[in-house]
């Protein structure tokens, strides 16, 4: 029989997986019904998504045997923040245009507002599902339960990294789940504003707005990183709060412009 400082956050990591599927799926079904937007959207988001990770996976990696190539060394410090950097502004770089891409190849006839809340949700979902449902939740859970049999068979340099990483996860609390979750919904806020972005760009046939998205993505991610060091997690939360409302206002202010005429809209002439 499992003990109860093993039981608890294996609970709690199933807790999280489920509240995220839950979660998704309702978003999923509340949006069809309040928009009408067709749900092949959500699974084009989910496919832009991960058709972007594919290729930014590749680009991290070619990056990091270059700088291992070129033995680039900035310090500790440095180093961290020029990965920080990097890992920011390439998921803008590789989000959109994946975004745009999918948009413009397999959606041409939906170009409403409401196609790209759709189409948002499915990729700020599928990442929660993968990350957090999946790869916290799931993965967690099942290598709690199965750690005395890994353990057994691992040699002991590996088991003993490997109960540091045990002992970590034992020590989860509610609290690192709640933020893991209410981070995850941020996220999918902000990638809803930001396929409205990109979803306008194609609207109206003007660059402006991808680039907007591509911009905003990287400093999002950046300042919730710098947050977080700074400020611990729960500052970082209220930072990608900020971010989150940032980019469901220009959604927003979109929508308003949405079915004025090309003439009409304030935005031809500022952006």
Same mark, same amino acid.
């Given at each position: 029989?499992?003990?109860?400082?093993?039981?608890?956050?294996?609970?709690?990591f199933l807790l999280q997986a489920a509240v995220v599927f839950v979660g998704v799926i309702g978003l999923l079904i509340a949006l069809r019904r309040r928009l009408g937007a067709p749900p092949v959207l959500w699974g084009l988001g989910a496919l832009a998504f991960i058709l972007s990770q594919a290729g930014r996976s590749v680009f991290l990696v070619g990056? *990091?045997?270059?700088s291992n190539a070129l033995r680039l060394d900035f310090g500790a410090e440095g180093n961290f923040w020029s990965n920080v950097v990097i890992l920011s502004f390439s998921a803008g770089l590789f989000e959109e245009p994946a975004r745009y891409v999918v948009l413009r190849l397999m959606a041409r006839e939906r170009r409403d507002?409401?196609?790209?809340?759709?189409?948002?949700?499915?990729?700020?979902?599928i990442e929660a599902i993968l990350l957090v449902g999946i790869g916290s939740g799931?993965?967690?859970s099942m290598l709690l339960l199965s750690a005395p049999i890994l353990l057994s068979v691992m040699p002991a340099d590996q088991a003993r990294e490997t109960q540091q990483l045990l002992d *970590?996860?034992?020590?989860?609390?509610?609290d690192v789940i709640l933020a893991s979750l209410i981070e995850r919904a941020l996220a999918i806020a902000?990638?809803?504003?930001?396929?409205?972005?990109?979803?306008?760009?194609?609207?109206?046939?003007? !660059?402006?707005?991808?680039i907007v998205a591509i911009v905003a993505h990287g400093v999002y991610n950046l300042v919730g990183i710098a947050a977080q060091?700074?400020?611990?997690v729960w500052g970082a939360e209220a930072v990608i709060a900020l971010c989150a409302m940032t980019?469901?206002?220009?959604?927003?202010?979109?929508?308003?412009?949405? !079915?004025?005429?090309? !003439?009409? !809209?304030?935005?031809? *002439?500022?952006?």
């Amino acid at each position: 029989m499992l003990s109860y400082p093993l039981v608890q956050p294996i609970a709690l990591f199933l807790l999280q997986a489920a509240v995220v599927f839950v979660g998704v799926i309702g978003l999923l079904i509340a949006l069809r019904r309040r928009l009408g937007a067709p749900p092949v959207l959500w699974g084009l988001g989910a496919l832009a998504f991960i058709l972007s990770q594919a290729g930014r996976s590749v680009f991290l990696v070619g990056l *990091t045997l270059l700088s291992n190539a070129l033995r680039l060394d900035f310090g500790a410090e440095g180093n961290f923040w020029s990965n920080v950097v990097i890992l920011s502004f390439s998921a803008g770089l590789f989000e959109e245009p994946a975004r745009y891409v999918v948009l413009r190849l397999m959606a041409r006839e939906r170009r409403d507002w409401a196609d790209a809340v759709m189409f948002g949700a499915g990729h700020g979902g599928i990442e929660a599902i993968l990350l957090v449902g999946i790869g916290s939740g799931i993965v967690n859970s099942m290598l709690l339960l199965s750690a005395p049999i890994l353990l057994s068979v691992m040699p002991a340099d590996q088991a003993r990294e490997t109960q540091q990483l045990l002992d *970590t996860l034992r020590g989860v609390g509610a609290d690192v789940i709640l933020a893991s979750l209410i981070e995850r919904a941020l996220a999918i806020a902000i990638h809803i504003g930001l396929s409205v972005m990109v979803m306008r760009t194609l609207a109206t046939r003007r !660059s402006a707005w991808l680039i907007v998205a591509i911009v905003a993505h990287g400093v999002y991610n950046l300042v919730g990183i710098a947050a977080q060091r700074w400020w611990g997690v729960w500052g970082a939360e209220a930072v990608i709060a900020l971010c989150a409302m940032t980019a469901l206002a220009a959604a927003a202010w979109l929508r308003a412009r949405w !079915s004025l005429p090309q !003439s009409a !809209s304030a935005e031809n *002439t500022a952006l």
